[in-house]
């Protein structure tokens, strides 16, 4: 059996949740695969589901503290799936496993994922990485998303020998269906062509102040789409009435398939974030695999990698607004260079980010006696 356990699994939404999904329903072709979360909300129950032949224990939750959900029941669960388990999957960063693994009996067989650093919780972080470096040491494989992760972690750099790169991957069979524009709402249909895309969460390590300022110094002809929710949904609205109309705000919940029409149909995808925390952006994948370049930013993380600058879109250095809006214009009205990076966006993507390609280091990861990449 392989226990997957990691913080919170679908159908809540996120870049983590995302992996996890996917590699436990890979996984389960081969093995019983067996979650382990914690509820998202204040939940007295430790519930119990099967999905997609994976079977998710969603242990009892009091609330949540610094984003991470707090739970006392989520130790023993841990301590019970462990002794039937013969892999256990830690995916990081999540306090609650770390500090767990030390009650994983040590003739069991550790796999990690780092998907990133802790970043904002200074005090905290000193804690957590403790137990985190506990937890590596522990590891027989540590798994991350690319090299930059390893260059760039403080935690990861000590644990060289031990790492596997498993870029994160998306389907692309899953982005060639139809999309029908009469299941969609207005908002969208009726958005003007050619337009800048920026989609994700409105949090505080998007970039989106940036992205704001260098709208507001960018050629007027250029038409923005700006689609999430977060905290900063009120500082957009307020950009609003500076923008002249040339910002669409789309401040809601996406479906998949609304958010498969907005890339689809965009002129390329901005990804501006400024913090560590944003270790890969796997929507720049979800724009790549139709073909359309990305603006990204020079993070200390796997950002740039994804999507290389000069191959299949631009990179500008993190908080330059300036830069920013020359780079979106650069893009946006040079024809030549917009077909190039176009090209260049789908083929990286077919040659590093295909799920079908990275299963196979995957299976080999786990069911063979795999030495190198």
Request: net charge positive; glycine share 4%; hydrophobic share 40%.
């Amino acid at each position: 059996m392989i226990l997957q356990v990691t913080k919170l699994y679908a159908p809540e939404l996120g870049g983590i949740e995302t992996v996890v999904k996917q590699f436990s329903e890979f996984l389960s072709n081969f093995d019983e695969v067996v979650v382990l979360c914690v509820h998202k909300n204040f939940n007295f129950r430790t519930t119990i589901e099967k999905i997609n032949n994976v079977t998710i224990n969603r242990c009892s939750s009091l609330s949540t503290y610094m984003s991470m959900p707090l739970s006392i029941s989520f130790f023993w669960h841990l301590f019970r799936l462990a002794k039937k388990a013969d892999i256990i999957h830690f995916h990081e960063p999540f306090p609650l496993g770390s500090i767990g693994s030390l009650l994983v009996p040590k003739s069991k067989r550790i796999f990690v994922y780092w998907h990133s650093d802790i970043i904002r919780q200074k005090t905290f972080k000193k804690i957590a990485e403790f137990f985190q470096k506990k937890l590596c040491k522990n590891a027989e494989i540590i798994m991350t998303s690319s090299m930059r992760m390893v260059e760039f972690s403080p935690i990861l750099r000590k644990f060289k020998e031990k790492i596997k790169i498993v870029p994160l991957s998306i389907k692309k069979e899953d982005y060639l269906t139809s999309i029908s524009e009469d299941k969609l709402s207005p908002d969208l249909t009726n958005l003007p062509s050619d337009y800048v895309l920026f989609l994700g969460r409105l949090s505080y390590y998007k970039g989106i102040d940036v992205l704001l300022n260098a709208i507001e110094i960018v050629d007027k002809r250029i038409p923005f789409v700006i689609a999430g929710e977060g905290e900063l949904s009120k500082e957009i609205k307020e950009s609003l009435k500076k923008a002249n109309g040339r910002i669409y705000f789309i401040n809601r919940k996406l479906s998949e398939e609304e958010k498969k029409y907005l890339l689809k149909n965009s002129k390329f995808l901005v990804f501006p974030s400024t913090f560590p925390s944003e270790a890969f952006g796997i929507v720049q994948l979800e724009a790549m695999v139709y073909g359309k370049p990305v603006i990204n930013t020079n993070l200390p993380t796997g950002v740039p990698w994804v999507s290389l600058h000069g191959e299949s879109g631009l990179t500008v250095e993190v908080g330059d607004f300036h830069q920013l809006a020359k780079s979106i214009e650069k893009l946006y009205f040079n024809k030549e260079l917009y077909e190039s990076l176009s090209k260049g966006a789908l083929k990286r993507f077919e040659e590093l980010f295909e799920f079908n390609k990275v299963k196979k280091l995957l299976y080999e990861i786990y069911f063979t006696n795999f030495k190198s990449f």
